[in-house]
């Protein structure tokens, strides 16, 4: 089946009209569209609404509707006689469809303005960079509504004369939020906040913290993860759930203790002070509510889909969350998290793990899901089951920003119309859990600012572990096959798990890798970040350069032999030198081999060398027949890995000198013999001949 919602829309010529009579028609042609007539406001505005009060929350007979906020003039034209109207819907949206279909239709959906003159704030001028504030109250009998169980999209349209005179009819700024109205027996449905905690930072080429300054003042008060933490802390507990990045932990606990920041950078006690309160406090919520922890620094599952180093990456990865996780004594269920436009079956099925940690996706990566089934559903793959975590934003795209008081309306409106939906359908799941965006910051707001969210009795507070252990329906819809996302590149890919191996090899040296091998996996997973799409050269340059740093320590382990060596005999030994210029002592072993391959020399067990030292092993041989052979010494890990600079010498045994000497015994013997057998050959000669005579004559 295809969504409604996702169907093409027609030209812009036709949008308007298009959208007006289907609008009217959806809701009994009692809602008159307010849209922007065709002549346009003579300049165009750059003017901000926020409703950051809403009273009541739902809507009930004889209530005095009450919208507070803030007007801000962000462009550089002056604009006067600005007024604040409220807009309200007569007659209710009664399904999620309708309010998406509205959504994103782009046009005007709120209402009629309510003209009363009592119902009028007087806002006065908006200088360029000036805010203001509005307070606007309408009775209900003003409202006009028909009273009927739905929600009521109603919000503030902001009209004002420019600089030239001209006032036109169409707003200059708009912000819309809903009222839920449902009776009070209404089916009771599950609903919650999910609030997503992740690191904005990234490590650079140089191993240091991109944005240490940034991060810095996002953690400090009044900052944006500091705001965002404390409306978590605010809002009731049983229906808080977190998503939590362990990379943000660990790099903000880098600012409180002063580590791997830039040169230039130098935090004061202030500063650290904060880093080290938004830790203690981020870690103690998360031993207090349901939380799902995400893979270290979010990684881009997308890119690793389509490497072949992916199952390699994803225990490095591993590796690094639990660390990551363990240091700071928190636990939860892992979950995936691919971004908007990065979800592809493929990646639903390589990341299902063992089949209990969910993929959180959005509405158009599962484009046949309805709210009927559920914010957790169950998609088959050939891998098993995967739990799917649906993020179907109600608001996403109303006009006007983000604050603690919408996002409030937008979670009991999303109750009343699963309750709705639940009420009509036995079989229906329905419920209201709203994903916080993590980059919103919800600015200082009072600590009650969720007061309410769960006080009507057709929503119940609970929280994402409550809904993964209730049956799941299953997703049998289709997927997108192809991503909208452009993944990290895949020679950044390589080089992280380049990375990965080498630094390993360079943990496992270190008499205390622990430590080491803890920060070569979050590096290597840091780099693996969704956070560098915005930045791929950036990123393959940091892979690359933390590739070097690695490659540059493993070239500072070295053995030396000496530059001959001459054996008395076939067996000896000579000395080799290992030296350790890093700054960690590493244990490491020597494997020789020889020219010759007859000649096998066993590899000499590991020893400790500690940092910037030289250490002399010994190296016992047996060259047996062999006369001259030229020996490589190498370094290597305990687990037989070459590492370091190698050396090579020669070795010659001084058995050729042997043979010589024989062959001089014999031509001595021979000598020796042939001067003996002349001389006994002479003694008998003069033995056996008479002695002559002499005669007379």
Known sequence: MTNPARRVRPGPGALVRLVVCALAMLLGGSLTVAVAAPTQAAVDPDVAVRITGVSPTELRDGATVTLTGTITNRGKERWTKAQAYLVIARTPFTTRQQVSDAVESQASYTGERVVELDSIDEVGTLAPGSTRPFRVRVPYAQLRVSGAEGVYPVGIQVLATAEDGTRDNAAIARATTFLPRLDRDSTRVPGGLVWPFVLPDRLGPSGTWMDAPGLA?????????????????????????????????????????????????????????????????????????????????????????????????????????????????????????????????ELIEQVRGSGDRPVIVTRDAVPDWEPRLGSVVTRRTESGPVPLFVDAGLDVGVPGGATVATLR???????????????????????????????????????????????????????????????????????????????????????????????????????????????????????????????????????????????????????????????????????????????????????????????????????????GERRTVTVQVDVGDQTSSTLTAQLISPDGTAVGRADSFNVRSSRVGVALWALMGAAGLFVLFALGRRFLRGRRAAATTPEETPTDG
């Open 217 to 345: 003042e996002r953690v400090a008060p009044g900052g944006q993860l500091r705001n965002l933490l404390d409306q978590a802390l605010s809002a009731p507990s049983d229906g808080t759930s977190l998503v939590l990045d362990p990379a943000l932990l660990v790099a903000v606990d880098d600012l409180a203790e002063g580590r791997r920041l830039p040169r230039d950078v130098r935090l004061d006690e202030t500063q650290r002070e904060a880093a080290r309160t938004f830790v203690e406090d981020l870690t103690g919520l998360s031993r207090r509510v349901a939380t799902w922890t995400l893979g270290y620094a979010r990684p881009d599952w997308l890119a690793l889909s389509r490497s072949d180093a992916h199952d390699r990456l994803s225990s490095t990865i591993e590796r690094a969350t639990s660390s990551a996780l363990a240091q700071f004594q928190v636990s939860g269920r892992r979950v995936t998290w691919p971004t908007r436009g990065g979800t592809t079956s």
């Open 409 to 611: 309306q937008r979670l009991l409106s999303e109750a009343a119309l699963a309750s709705l939906e639940r009420s009509a359908d036995a079989e229906s799941k329905a419920d209201a859990f709203v994903l916080v965006d993590p980059r919103w910051n919800p600015g200082d707001t009072d600590d009650d600012a969720f007061a309410g969210a769960f006080d009507p009795d057709f929503v119940s507070p609970e929280d994402l572990e409550d809904l993964m252990t209730t049956r799941r329906d299953a997703y049998t819809g289709e997927v997108t096959r192809t991503a909208e996302a452009r993944p990290l590149s895949q020679a950044q890919v390589t080089a992280v798990e380049q990375l990965a191996r080498e630094g390993g090899v360079l943990a496992g040296l270190a008499v205390e890798g622990d430590d080491l091998a803890a920060r070569t996996d979050r590096t290597s997973t840091g780099l693996l970040s969704t956070a560098w799409r915005t930045d791929r050269a950036e990123g393959l340059r940091a892979a690359t350069g933390a590739l070097g740093r690695v490659r540059a320590e493993l070239g500072r382990l070295a053995v030396e032999g000496p530059p001959a060596i001459t054996l008395s005999s076939a067996e000896g030994s000579f000395p080799l030198t290992v030296s350790n210029d890093t700054d960690t002592a590493v244990r490491v072993g020597v494997r020789i081999s020889a020219s010759n391959p007859a000649l096998r020399i066993p590899d000499v067990a590991p020893v400790q060398v500690e940092a």
